[in-house]
């Protein structure tokens, strides 16, 4: 199962934004759980501001809160999504986003290679929530 094609692709076919589910949500200041989003792939300016930001030289680790902030293009309703909502994510919804970062910026994917822990049979699982292939 894929998003829309509208939604996901640019001209040419190329793969620009990728939605997710995550595995807690975030839960907003009324109490609403947000579960579903949607990441963009990164651009050379989110890469090169994010060095230049005052929080990011102050302390190396607020670089993925940062970048996330930039390339999070939705969750639900929640709007603005900046670093503040990042910052209140659950740390398994934080780690989910960074794997899904690099998966999608460096590896050009969101697909895990698994195996069954029983029978051993490989398959291909879409992180994002988004459907599963054998191989």
Do not use: W
Request: some cysteine; hydrophobic content about 40%; charged content about 20%.
């Amino acid at each position: 199962m894929s998003a829309p094609v509208s939604a996901v692709e640019a001209r040419g076919g190329l793969r620009t934004e990728y939605p997710f589910v995550l595995p807690r949500g975030y839960l907003d200041q009324h109490g609403q759980l947000h579960r579903s989003g949607a990441m963009r792939l990164a651009t050379a300016k989110d890469e090169l501001t994010a060095h230049a930001e005052p929080q990011v030289r102050r302390n190396p680790a607020y670089l993925s809160v940062y970048l996330l902030s930039r390339t999070v293009t939705n969750l639900g309703p929640v709007s603005p999504l900046d670093a503040e909502v990042v910052e209140n994510l659950f740390a398994s919804d934080l780690a989910f986003l960074q794997d899904l970062y690099r998966r999608i910026n460096q590896q050009g994917h969101t697909e895990a290679d698994v195996s069954c822990p029983q029978c051993g049979h490989a398959f291909l699982v879409d992180v994002t929530g988004d459907g599963a292939e054998t191989l």
